[in-house]
């Protein structure tokens, strides 16, 4: 599990591109888990999950195209 002290979805994204499956805590957004090279969704999620989410996937996106 790797802890993000602050959120940058760049620095994210490349870690979860290179690790491709675990977990990560994300200071003040909380803990997400990671598969197939994605970001999943928590299970109680809220607004705040939802767009972290997102933003982190469309980074991967991002990445994967280049």
């Known amino acids: 599990m790797r802890l993000f002290s602050?959120?940058?979805p760049l620095?994210?994204?490349k870690h979860i591109i290179r690790l491709f499956t675990g977990r990560i805590y994300i200071k003040g957004?909380?803990?997400?888990?990671f598969n197939n090279g994605f970001l999943q969704i928590p299970n109680q999620a809220k607004e705040k999950h939802y767009k972290t989410v997102c933003e982190i996937n469309l980074q991967?996106?991002?990445l994967k195209a280049t």
């Open 29 to 33: 957004r909380g803990r997400f888990d």
């Open 60 to 62: 991967i996106k991002k």
């Open 11 to 13: 620095l994210i994204a």
């Open 6 to 8: 602050y959120y940058s």
